[in-house]
């Protein structure tokens, strides 16, 4: 990718269409612990005020039920998007009375797998299904990984351009197998380069000492920070290092991105594979759900992946079977740390560059993957998790090694590209200024979150979970401080008793027994009614 126009980007240029890929729509997940003002993590169940985890769309819970997931609609514009995220903490932070929202990826306050609540979604099939499946992943992994917080983006290529791209590339697919290939293409070069994600936002260098009192063989592989913190002096994100969502059985998945149908037969064969070790916890035990089934994923969800292919999933609807019915829609990028310096995690600088490098990603070459390929890609993203800082690192790259910041700059200058495009019609450039922050931290590491993180740690002598209960009490003063916007307070409260009432009547509908309506959920294909 070193090119600085790649040959889909140069034919949109030659024919004036290159505006054509800027309005792709932006989304935000956001995780976040609920704790208490001495930092210990929420027993609470997740307030009524904020309606049904089970049924609102825009506040719900991830694992724990402490964990709460708050999540925009798409905009065009970032600034809408970061708008309604920064108006969803206002209302949350008007109903968590004592309590406060931990601004960190990796957890404080735990007091052993049970301190971790699991997230309750009521009596349905639907919010037992949730319920058990969180089940199957304490089992599986144990609690305390369950509380790591991130945020995910969400990305869809604006539609105009598809059948643009479609007739100058004189594709015989039809245009929705077109769209999907063109996805998958992203997603591939996404794995390849995503480590710079980590690089540049990685927030998570260091780890109380509590992470690890359910897995304390653990520990040996980092230093001591201070008595209550371990950390790697270069880390960046040890989130997305092998202590967060790996498994030996995980490592060893061959998911297959070179196509949607590869895709999804490899994703389906692991949800349908009995995995041995899975099978001795048991599935119903003295009538008791321990998880969803034995097999080597539960679902598709619990292959953690740096980015995902999604389509809107219908009630009761497999991902995969909705991929394979309607294609892909867009790219759930899932690598960002958690931004402790800002009260809702993520900028808008930090949201451009990304909107940016993906584009790019979309826009290049991007051959199928090897297995060599996928071991090579996970291999330099545990470098850079654990030791991107470091002034001598260097990663592998076409069975050769390039140093980090050689890559990183290629990867910067081919964006700039884009980031022209993107910024036409503003004469404050806003993707270019968001291009050139970045390209100021790839040759200062000093600038990452991660090293300016570690060294206010150093300068105030603080371990890090006094750090991170500081800075979380900091954000937190600057929501209750902020005046709420009343049309946005007035409309949440109408979906939190909206979502209330469509839970009641989910769960006073009549219920298959939840054995049938597993075996139901699980044999949908493409064809039937799901």
Not at 191 to 220: D, E, H, T, V
Request: proline share 5%; charged share 20%.
């Amino acid at each position: 990718m070193n090119n600085t126009h790649s040959a889909r980007l140069t034919r949109l240029i030659v024919n004036n269409q290159q505006h054509l890929i800027s309005g792709g729509l932006k989304g935000v997940e956001k995780e976040s612990l609920r704790i208490t003002e001495n930092g210990k993590i929420s027993q609470r169940s997740h307030p009524k005020a904020l309606g049904s985890a089970l049924t609102h769309s825009y506040i719900t819970t991830d694992y724990s039920e402490a964990l709460i997931e708050l999540i925009t609609p798409p905009f065009a514009d970032i600034t809408e998007t970061l708008s309604y995220l920064k108006h969803t903490h206002q209302f949350v932070y008007q109903h968590l009375d004592d309590e406060i929202l931990l601004c960190t990826s990796m957890p404080c306050g735990i007091k052993g797998d049970e301190s971790i609540p699991i997230a309750e979604y009521g009596t349905s099939n639907v919010g037992r299904m949730k319920h058990v499946y969180r089940h199957g992943l304490w089992h599986r992994y144990g609690r305390t990984m369950q509380a790591i917080a991130g945020i995910h983006f969400n990305f869809s290529v604006p539609e105009t351009l598809w059948p643009v791209l479609h007739s100058q590339e004189n594709s015989v697919m039809s245009i929705e197998d077109f769209k999907s290939d063109a996805y998958f293409g992203l997603v591939r070069n996404f794995q390849r380069m995503g480590w710079i994600i980590l690089y540049l936002f990685g927030a998570s260098p260091a780890i109380c000492k509590s992470f690890f009192n359910s897995r304390p063989q653990l520990m040996n592989q980092f230093e001591e920070f201070d008595q209550g913190t371990l950390y790697h002096p270069y880390a960046t994100s040890l989130r997305m290092s092998d202590i967060g969502y790996k498994s030996k059985n995980q490592a060893n998945l061959r998911i297959n991105y070179n196509s949607l149908p590869e895709y999804v037969d490899s994703l389906g064969k692991a949800i349908a594979t009995p995995y041995p070790d899975y099978e001795k916890i048991g599935v119903e035990v003295d009538g008791e759900y321990r998880q969803l089934n034995a097999n080597v994923l539960q679902i598709e969800n619990e292959f953690y992946s740096i980015i995902r292919p999604k389509q809107i999933a219908q009630s009761c609807e497999k991902p995969t079977v909705a991929l394979k019915r309607r294609g892909v829609r867009y790219v759930e990028m899932r690598s960002l740390d958690l931004d402790l310096f800002n009260p809702i995690g993520i900028d808008e600088g930090k949201a451009r560059f990304i909107e940016a490098l993906l584009l790019t990603c979309l826009l290049h070459d991007s051959p199928p993957m090897s297995e060599a390929d996928f071991q090579t890609n996970n291999r330099n993203q545990l470098q850079v998790a654990n030791f991107g800082r470091k002034s001598s690192l260097e990663l592998e790259r076409n069975d050769k090694n390039i140093a980090l910041k050689d890559w990183a700059g290629e990867i910067l200058t081919s964006m700039e590209a884009v980031c022209n495009i993107l910024d036409r019609d503003d004469a404050s450039k806003p993707y270019s200024k968001a291009l050139l922050a970045q390209q100021q931290v790839v040759q200062n590491p000093d600038l990452t979150a991660s090293a300016r993180m570690l060294a206010i740690m150093t300068e105030t002598e603080q371990p890090f979970s006094r750090f991170a209960l500081d800075k979380s009490i900091e954000h937190a003063a600057c929501f209750k401080d902020y005046k709420p916007d009343a049309a946005f307070t007035t409309q949440f409260n109408e979906l939190a008793q909206q979502s209330l009432a469509k839970q009641v009547e989910l769960e006073n509908k009549p219920q298959l027994p939840f054995n049938e309506f597993l075996q139901h959920y699980f044999t949908q294909t493409r064809e039937n009614d799901g």
